[in-house]
């Protein structure tokens, strides 16, 4: 799951797989479903702030992802998913 930060407010579909954390998760509670610790799905559409940071699951609609930059994983995460790969 790659996350991202919203350079504007971003709209994203129902059905959608997201990564939150617990204060994001807990704003939301009525519209998202919990899949594992931080990862939901989203049962309705749903807005995120200029700003704020959002994991997603897949490619990204052309729409959004003129609205978002990537945001850099921690190194470790980084040297981890490297080693994998070799």
């Avoid at 807990?26 to 799905?41: Q, V």
């Avoid at 702030?49 to 930059?69: Q, R």
């Amino acid at each position: 799951m790659r996350r991202y930060r919203a350079q504007q407010v971003v709209t994203l579909a129902s059905g959608s797989l997201v990564a939150l954390d617990d204060k994001q998760a807990a704003d939301r509670k009525g519209r998202i479903e919990r899949l594992a610790p931080g990862r939901y799905r989203l049962k309705d559409a749903l807005q995120f702030k200029a700003g704020e940071a959002f994991g997603y699951e897949g490619d990204l609609p052309k729409a959004v992802a003129a609205e978002v930059e990537p945001v850099a994983e921690p190194a470790e995460k980084s040297a981890a998913a490297e080693r994998k790969t070799k």
